[in-house]
């Protein structure tokens, strides 16, 4: 068993340092991305409720008639 759990924590190990990866390359997209500064200026939307805020809305500014939309 003290082997099975060593694999088993090296695989999560492996999993975290991937998602700190993702979470850096996703928060430089985000920073990159023309709209970042605006929806980052929206209080309490931080880098990741941000992206994932425009990834949902997208970037097509003529997708809403108007502000009220």
């Known amino acids: 068993m003290g082997a099975q759990l060593r694999g088993l924590i090296g695989q999560l190990n492996a999993v975290c340092d991937a998602l700190a990866e993702l ?6 997209a985000f920073r990159a991305h023309p709209d970042g500064q605006i929806i980052n200026s929206v ?7 941000g992206a994932r805020l425009l990834a949902e809305i997208g970037d097509d500014h003529s997708r809403f008639a108007d502000g009220a939309h």
């Open 23 to 28: 979470e850096t390359q996703i928060e430089a």
């Open 43 to 49: 209080p309490g939307l931080g880098v990741a409720l």
